[in-house]
């Protein structure tokens, strides 16, 4: 009698029917899990070196960041004088060379350097300081400044002062006198230096927003509030599911090479 040695079929292993929902959804989930891998593996890098980048007091100067953190980055006015930088804030406060000179009404409209003082204009008086920034006069109102002053300059090496009309100041006897034909050097605004104005925004006017903290908050999550969180939780949950399904897959495919 003949038999036959064809083995019957077997029947499909419940295991193996898995095998197309692990391998569809272990492609798509890696993709995004992939995505938010990428930033907790870069920020965490950065991190990891972050003395020798000097992230901790590099400051964020990104107006949108800053936005984002509810940090109010002031705004800054600045003059190139002579071989230094003078600057105003919102708030009326006049620095020199990153340092804290004095307090003028309103806004900085700018300043010239002369043989015996700086002379900083703001909107509505003249400060006279020394070139290293000590405050020595006030002239306003009750001096008969023509306010509200919107520049100042130089003409004829005198200070000349700008309120609808060219004038000339006479700071020695305290004397306005219109000029018709005044050929005017005009202090006009100018790019603070990064440098100068990264220490002027993190020693005097106290933004301690650093690049470190971004880099803490982007590694974590924390950047995107709870949101942020969340989305790192789901990606340690779909690096579980990845490493399971990726293991499934493997084990199926060696399961089914060895059935038999």
Request: with cysteine.
């Amino acid at each position: 009698m003949k038999t036959s040695n064809n083995r019957p079929p077997r029947p499909k292993s419940r295991l193996l029917s898995w095998r197309p929902f692990f391998w569809r959804w272990h492609r798509r989930l890696g993709v995004v899990a992939a995505l938010i891998v990428v930033v907790v593996s870069i920020t965490g890098f950065l991190l990891n070196h972050t003395s020798d980048l000097g992230l901790g007091s590099l400051p964020v100067r990104q107006a949108w960041l800053l936005q984002h953190y509810g940090v109010k980055a002031p705004e800054l006015t600045s003059f190139s004088v002579g071989d230094g930088w003078l600057s105003g804030d919102d708030q009326g406060y006049v620095y020199l060379n990153g340092q804290q000179a004095a307090q003028c009404r309103q806004r900085l409209v700018g300043g010239v350097l002369t043989d015996r003082w700086l002379v900083v204009a703001c909107s509505h008086e003249l400060l006279l300081l020394t070139p290293d920034g000590d405050l020595l006069e006030r002239l306003g109102e009750t001096y008969e400044l023509p306010v509200p002053l919107s520049a100042i300059g130089q003409c004829s090496g005198e200070v000349c002062l700008n309120n609808g009309q060219t004038v000339q100041a006479d700071l020695e006897q305290v004397r306005w006198e219109p000029r018709e034909d005044a050929s005017v050097d005009w202090s006009r605004p100018a790019a603070l230096p990064d440098e100068l104005r990264d220490r002027l925004m993190h020693e005097q006017l106290g933004v301690q927003l650093s690049w470190e903290r971004v880099m803490l908050d982007l590694h974590s999550g924390r950047i995107g509030g709870r949101l942020g969180v969340w989305l790192v939780d789901l990606a340690a949950i779909l690096l579980l599911f990845l490493a399971f399904s990726g293991f499934m897959l493997w084990y199926q495919q060696w399961r089914r090479k060895h059935r038999w």
